[in-house]
């Protein structure tokens, strides 16, 4: 045991007591069910009188709710615990889809508590504002404060302007602005991601099994990847699926090059309908595009070491038709799947992937730093 830290002057100290706040933040949110005082006590190695101070700042601030809890085997009275509040803090996330807008609003704890779809019009953006701030007034409603949003966005995004987003028209747009001015006057920070990053990360909170990681790949407006492993996303993932060679002399893409997978696997929007009904060139066009895009993410698997892929957007809803093409080409292409299988399923929140991870990063900056939250509680 090292010498206790003190404190010499009013900064470390008030450094200090953020440092415990998120400590006991973290633990209450890694417990995974209501956890009580003395547990964390004996959790964060905190004494008693600043457990309280900190446990009490956190239930007036809202992070924090009681709850009251079974006892355990050969217990008498039920324990008050600790768990993440449901009406304090929440975040919103917004998606623009090939057939739709979304807006979704997650409270702390990481439950849907609000969606919004409209058909996608062709003013996208101030659209996204008016649902932004429907939204918000809709959940204030049932006692939640929004404290932040995020746009997904069907293209790469580098400091906060999107690149390119063809289906979209879009090149070096600043999504923000927009989405902003159209907010009826709320102040609400707005940040810009990418979609298929964005799902990755959804997938990621909804508790996907896969220990090694997953890829997850984003059918709409493009064709996007993010990558998780280790519990993490991937930096330096560019991510971008969609315009990987699968036909060196193949038909030309929008982007300048040849042979995209783009090319091969983006579908109409009737085509789930047309499947449905077995249309003959539905069909044939979804074998087309299950094969390319087992081609392209044979590439990407040669490379990474991942176990599992994770068919997200429009890609979900179509996997029924997509999958066997896919694990078809992997299997061909990817030697180490002889001794490493990898696993080709929908995503657990199939379309709804992007705008669920895009509301949990618009409040894990709270989860992360409390006292940003808590001001001068
Ligand atoms: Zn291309």
Do not use: K
């Not at 659209?127 to 007034?137: E, I, P, S, W």
């Not at 690149?163 to 090149?171: F, H, T």
């Not at 893409?253 to 539905?282: K, M, W």
């Not at 066997?324 to 379309?351: F, H, K, M, Q």
């Amino acid at each position: 045991m090292g010498m206790p830290i003190r404190p010499s002057g009013p900064a470390r100290q008030a450094r200090l007591r953020t440092l415990n706040l998120e400590l006991v933040l973290d633990r209450i949110v890694d417990a995974g069910r209501p956890i009580s005082r003395t547990e964390l006590i004996a959790a964060t190695g905190l004494t008693r009188p600043t457990i309280t101070r900190i446990v009490n700042r956190l239930i007036e601030g809202r992070l924090v709710t009681e709850v009251s809890r079974a006892p355990g085997p050969g217990a008498g009275r039920p324990m008050i615990g600790l768990t993440l509040s449901g009406s304090g803090p929440a975040g919103l996330g917004l998606d623009i889809r090939a057939d739709a807008l979304a807006a979704c609003v997650v409270d702390l704890t990481g439950r849907v508590r609000h969606t919004a779809f409209l058909p996608r019009p062709a003013d996208v953006l101030p659209r996204l504002g008016a649902m932004a701030a429907d939204a918000v007034a809709a959940v204030a409603r049932e006692g939640l404060t929004v404290v932040a949003a995020t746009l997904a966005v069907p293209g790469p995004v580098q400091d906060g302007v999107v690149r390119s987003a063809p289906a979209l028209g879009w090149r070096d747009v600043d999504a923000v602005t927009p989405v902003r001015a159209a907010m009826r006057g709320l102040d609400l920070p707005v940040t810009v991601e990418n979609e298929a990053r964005l799902g990755a990360l959804g997938e990621l909170y909804a508790g996907d099994p896969a220990p090694s990681g997953f890829l997850y790949v984003s059918g709409g407006l493009g064709i996007g990847t993010g990558v998780v492993l280790d519990g993490a996303l991937m930096g330096g993932w560019r991510g971008e699926l969609g315009h990987v060679t699968v036909e060196r002399d193949g038909p030309p893409c929008p982007c300048g090059s040849r042979g995209c997978l783009l090319g091969f696997a983006s579908l109409p929007d009737d085509v789930f309908a047309r499947a449905e009904a077995d249309d003959p060139a539905a069909l044939a066009a979804l074998a087309t595009a299950g094969s390319a895009l087992g081609v392209a993410l044979s590439g990407a698997l040669n490379l990474l070491d991942i176990r599992t892929v994770l068919l997200g957007g429009t890609f979900a809803v179509l996997s029924s038709w997509l999958t066997a093409g896919v694990r078809a080409e992997i299997g061909r292409r990817v030697p180490a799947a002889a001794w490493t299988p990898i696993a080709v399923r929908p995503s657990l929140l199939g379309p709804d992937a992007a705008a669920i991870g895009a509301a949990l990063t618009a409040i894990d900056g709270i989860r992360r730093r409390p006292s940003a939250w808590l001001g001068n509680l």
